[in-house]
């Protein structure tokens, strides 16, 4: 079926195929019936052996042959000779048809079915497979087949390893070469085997896959490979606290659901009809085990024994980066409360990888909690009257924290040593392509490891002109590297409270929310949402956005515009629906239904990923709408919008808009109309 | 150059092939055991082409079902052993023509749930390959069979994710080289199970978009090995489950497919210039699906059947 160049068939060859194809006709259907009525006399079965020969792929003849085997086992009363001389005349088999097709699935599961019988020498296995290497060494049959005689056998990683040495310097441009060889080092260096020492052993690597790399630098064989030794670089086993909201030190003022007496404050205010407020954990990694035993919390706001943490994650599963729990408290009890919490209080909390929280870590935070004067009004909100400028040089950013559980880890230096001479090897690449995206991705790895935030924000410029290069040198490309870019741009812009500050308001209409303006930036792509836990209000209209992936994380989030970007779906909002406090929601001008192709179909929750779907009223008396706009109807009755707009999609008119209301039937405000009842 | 898909002339080379032929190749007596999957690949061609009225609905069905084995799996043609990857293709054929409920989906569901292991893989049949795409498949059709609670799901997903490879794609056990074909099923498992936030999204989507080979605009399986259509669908459809399709350069890719066609007797090749075939054909048509190409419908890329198939049959209740 593959690699055959097109010609114009002739007659004679017509006819030559025609009478081949009788004969091969003629084999099938007597072997069909040989095997339907079980004979498995040596004729029969010299039957499957032609027919194997001449196609791998008739699957029925493997299974047969099998059959066969088991019935002359069977008669032959276990003298090993026999045994032995019917089991090789099957290895035979096997090697005759691989020589017509070597990637053949049912030869060589049928070779693996004769060793599980407890038969032939490791010395033949790999010497087989030592010929098929040379005829191919991407055979990825063989390969595999490689690992199935080194479990059998228990031959050493190590040895493994040298093979995989001998594979890479007879020809580095061997992935498969060095895809195991990744599998068995990380083995070894979880192990903490003798000579495995990643502080040791990683750098080594480095020289290693230099030589693919600088070689033919468009040969890609190292380049995953590198990839995988900054990951093993820069990330440390134990998760770590990454940000918090309330965070270390901070002070935020609470109240109930009207507005505050008294004027703009300098902290965070947040209001709850509920008379609950967020305490929000994000840690490096995804974990498990987050509960009030782990995390335990000192305070004298009453009611908050055995509180319940969630994990902000899709709907199956027990771990996240990111957790939350809901800490009760009384407007009618003003006062300033100071509360003291302790992560890892005691052992359970744990990384999807099986390690273990580092060491309790505490963070304390004050809570002034204030009595509710007026009622709320519930006025429309606007996105361009109403703010005023914010200074935020009282803002911690929490960038430290991590950085703080980063150094106390022993081997910190040697991963900065390993980056920062990988900087320097790779500033000589500059005019390739993988050159420029690996110093990009090495520059930014160092940037999370500086904690002097002078020096910080600097070398941010340069990533952003290696993404620009390569945004031109590598044009097929572009979207990754615009992607990147907008990754890199958020994270100069939350690497300090001043950059940050130019992009911070108070929206003077909802009691002082936090509002921040991340408008017309080219942004494709949501980012560094750790640092941005405390904002409540969120304008990133005018960007070039396609999904909120990310923005699950941001618990107090109030007020979101994504206006004039370029979401295709509400399947692509699907992380809004963990974001609870939603109640405004801005997501007209985008191209919601212009588009058949729907890529976050399978991101969002819903029946076609197999989500339980409860049965509601809009289900029962709508079905052809609700397959129509299914996701439409999936994210919004999840959401408590009191105000939202999706005018300029293509998606938008009477028949979407009654739909909308029928979902949303709280809804105030749409398209910016007040909605009677 | 071709400029545009000639879709009548695959339409008829594909009636041509599905059609009792009295002069048979020696090409296609040799794939006569796996006619249930060459089915499958030219009726889902035809619907997406929106000519799936163009064949016998009652003589395929009828076909189907004489594979159908008394284990309840079903065979690549009358008289051979059952087999999952039949099994699916037989499923997913019967799903076309909304034909679903000629089935004795007990018995079919049985006979899949039974092939799967204690450490949550599943074997092909009762010889015990196993392989993840027989995990995808076991999925994937219980899912349309709407039995998918037959197995153990966390077990199934875990083993899938214990083949996740360090350069973030998937092989077909653990252990074994990423490679596109196996990513598609481990990606399409994880999404059919609601499981897609254990694909790391950005480290697969770099290795997924780096398979576009630059000068010709194709797309590889895995590095340094030659673009084909075929990839067309296998790296396409990863990429879009995972929200990546928008690394690559979608216009290039859909001129690679396009130059693939054979313009005068129809079908499509691995790439342009060679022998064109019916997996060719169903794969390139089902990528320019994917790259909304005008004329063709869409294709959903986890399930590899119409959007509008699977939206009736999993938005039902």
Not at chain 1, 212 to 229: E, K, M, N, R, V
Not at chain 1, 613 to 623: A, K, L, M, T, Y
Not at chain 2, 235 to 243: E, K
């Amino acid at each position: 079926m593959h690699g055959r160049p097109r010609k114009a068939s002739n007659p004679e060859e017509e006819a030559a195929s025609a009478a081949k194809a009788v004969k091969l006709r003629s084999l099938q259907s007597q072997f069909m019936k040989n095997h339907h009525d079980k004979i498995y006399t040596e004729e029969a079965i010299e039957l499957s052996m032609k027919l194997l020969e001449i196609n791998p792929e008739a699957y029925t003849a493997w299974n047969y042959r099998k059959l066969a085997v088991e019935d002359s086992l069977s008669r032959i009363e276990s003298d090993p000779n026999l045994v032995n001389s019917i089991l090789d005349e099957e290895l035979r088999v096997v090697e005759s048809a691989l020589r017509q097709n070597f990637k053949s699935y049912g030869a060589w599961h049928h070779r693996k079915w004769v060793l599980s019988k407890g038969h032939s020498s490791i010395e033949n296995e790999l010497k087989l497979l030592d010929k098929f290497q040379r005829l191919d060494s991407r055979n990825f049959h063989a390969w595999n087949y490689r690992r199935f005689v080194v479990e059998l056998t228990n031959r050493s990683e190590q040895d493994e390893l040298h093979y995989t040495d001998d594979m890479i310097n007879n020809n580095f441009s061997n992935y498969s070469a060095w895809h195991n060889r990744s599998v068995l080092l990380s083995s070894l260096l979880a192990q903490n085997a003798d000579g495995f020492m990643p502080n040791e052993r990683i750098p080594d690597e480095y020289d290693l896959v230099h030589s693919a790399i600088f070689t033919d630098p468009d040969d890609q064989s190292g380049w995953f490979y590198h990839l995988w030794l900054l990951d093993q670089t820069l990330n440390v086993e134990t998760p770590l606290l990454t940000s918090s909201w309330p965070s270390h030190g901070s002070t935020i003022n609470l109240s109930g659901a009207g507005c505050l007496n008294g004027s703009s404050s300098k902290f965070t205010t947040f209001c709850s009809e509920s008379g609950s407020f967020p305490l929000i954990l994000y840690f490096d990694q995804a974990v498990g085990g987050v509960s009030s035993s782990t995390v335990t919390i000192d305070s004298e706001l009453k009611g908050n024994e055995d509180l319940v943490w969630e994990p902000i994650s899709y709907k199956n599963s027990q771990v996240s980066c990111v957790w939350v729990t809901h800490l009760k408290y009384v407007s009618s009890d003003p006062c300033e409360y100071k509360v003291k919490i302790r992560v890892g209080n005691s052992p359970g909390i744990v990384s999807s990888r099986g390690h273990n929280f580092r060491a309790p870590y505490e963070f304390v935070f004050t809570a002034h909690v204030h009595d509710t004067v007026k009622d709320s009004q519930e006025g429309i909100v606007s996105w361009t009257d109403g703010f005023d400028i914010w200074d935020a040089k009282s803002m911690d950013l929490n960038s430290l924290i991590t950085l703080d559980q980063l150094q106390a880890e022993i081997d910190f230096k040697w991963r900065q040593e390993a980056i920062d001479s990988e900087v320097e090897c790779f500033g000589i690449l500059s005019d390739s392509k993988i050159g420029n995206l690996t110093l990009a991705r090495l520059l930014m790895a160092r940037e999370a490891m500086l904690s002097d935030d002078a020096v910080k924000g600097v070398r941010y410029e340069e990533i952003l002109q290696l993404y620009n290069d390569l945004m031109a040198l590598d044009s097929s490309h572009y979207q990754y590297y615009k992607d990147e870019h907008s990754v890199a741009f958020l994270h100069k812009v939350t690497s300090s409270s001043e950059s940050l500050s130019r992009h911070l308001f108070r929206y003077r209409g909802m009691n002082n929310l936090v509002c921040l303006r991340l408008n017309n930036l080219s942004l494709s792509r949501i980012a560094s949402v750790e640092k941005l836990l405390f904002v409540q209000m969120l304008d990133l209209s005018h960007n070039e956005l396609r999904s909120t992936e990310g923005l699950e994380a941001m618990q107090l989030l109030s007020c979101l515009n994504l206006s004039h970007n370029k979401i295709r779906s509400f399947s692509a909002l699907d992380s809004l629906r963990h974001v609870k406090q939603l109640k405004v929601l801005d997501v007209s001008d985008n191209h919601i239904g212009k588009h058949s192709v729907d890529t976050t179909r399978y991101l969002c929750s819903s029946p076609l990923s197999n989500s339980e779907w409860s049965q509601d009223d809009v289900g029962r008396q709508n079905p052809g709408l609700v397959t129509k706009y299914w996701d439409a109807y999936f994210v919004l009755r999840d959401l408590k919008l009191k105000q939202l707009d999706i005018a300029g999609n293509e998606i938008s008119g009477n028949e979407f808009s009654s739909f909308v209301l029928q979902v949303v039937p709280k809804l105030v405000w749409l398209d910016g109309q007040k909605l009677g009842n | 150059m071709a400029d545009k898909l000639v879709a009548d002339k695959h339409l008829r080379y594909i009636l041509n092939l599905m059609a009792e032929k009295k002069k048979e190749s020696f090409e296609s007596v040799v794939m006569d055991h796996l006619r249930m999957n060459g089915a499958y690949w030219g009726l889902t061609t035809l619907s997406l082409l929106d000519k799936l009225g163009s064949v016998s609905e009652d003589e395929v069905v009828s076909w189907v079902m004489t594979c159908q084995h008394e284990s309840g799996g079903f065979a690549g043609n009358t008289g051979h052993d059952p087999h999952v990857l039949y099994t699916l293709s037989a499923v997913q054929i019967l799903a076309l023509f909304d034909k679903l409920n000629i089935l004795d989906v007990e018995k079919v569901s049985n006979y899949i749930a039974g092939l799967q292991n204690e450490d949550g893989s599943f074997s092909g049949d009762i010889w015990g390959e196993v392989d993840t795409r027989f995990s995808y498949i076991a999925i994937c059709c219980l899912s349309i069979l709407k039995c998918l609670d037959k197995i153990n799901v966390k077990k199934a997903v875990d083993y899938i994710v214990s083949c996740k490879n360090l350069d973030g794609g998937f092989g077909c056990s653990p252990g074994a080289e990423s490679h596109a074909g196996q990513i598609f099923c481990c990606v399409g498992a994880l999404a059919i199970t609601g499981n897609l936030h254990r694909v790391d999204k950005d480290l697969l989507g770099w290795w997924l978009c780096e398979r576009q080979d630059y000068e010709s605009g194709g797309l590889n399986g895995r590095p340094e090995k030659l673009p084909d259509v075929c990839y067309s669908w296998w790296v396409l459809s990863s990429l879009i489950m995972i929200d990546r399709v928008h690394w690559i350069e979608k216009a290039k890719l859909v001129k690679f497919i396009l130059d693939s066609q054979d313009m005068d007797n129809g079908g499509i090749s691995d790439r342009p210039s060679y022998t064109v075939d019916i997996f060719h054909t169903y794969f390139g048509v089902a990528g320019l699906s994917l790259l909304e190409y005008p004329g063709v419908k869409t294709i959903d890329p986890a399930y590899a059947l119409p959007v509008h198939v699977i939206n009736r049959i999993l938005f039902t209740k």
